[in-house]
């Protein structure tokens, strides 16, 4: 299997609101990547930045994606207005939900694991 074809078949585990805390409280670290199946044109870059992320770092933090169509009041409960949405958190506690496709879920990932900032008002500033 070629690289590219190898890379389209691997994904992000897929998670439900039934799954949501569970999942959470699987790992100290967790990024869902919230979307919905008519947004084609973000989705594919934030997925390949996940699994970027997922590769990296799946040992230390787990990774998933959630419809927000399809899980409609939890979106809701946790403020996901928009997406594509990355939440990033820790110890089952929203650190921050970013809107934007294709951010450097990684890079975020570590900061976070380091105590440092991700994000606009993401808990983890100094004051």
Not at 28 to 34: K, R
Request: glycine share 8%.
């Amino acid at each position: 299997m070629t690289g590219a074809a190898h890379e389209s078949s691997r994904h992000v585990r897929i998670i439900t609101a039934a799954e949501y805390e569970s999942f959470l409280a699987e790992r100290c670290f967790a990024a869902i990547h919230f979307d919905a199946e008519w947004d084609v044109g973000h989705r594919p870059p934030t997925r390949l930045k996940m699994l970027e992320a997922e590769h990296a770092l799946g040992h230390l933090a787990n990774f998933a994606e959630m419809d927000v169509d399809k899980n409609g009041a939890l979106a809701k409960s946790i403020r996901i207005m928009n997406v594509p949405v990355v939440a990033y958190y820790r110890d089952a506690t929203l650190v921050a939900a970013l809107i934007g496709a294709g951010q450097d879920v990684r890079t975020r990932m570590e900061r976070l694991m380091r105590g440092e900032s991700i994000g606009y008002d993401d808990g983890t500033s100094r004051r």
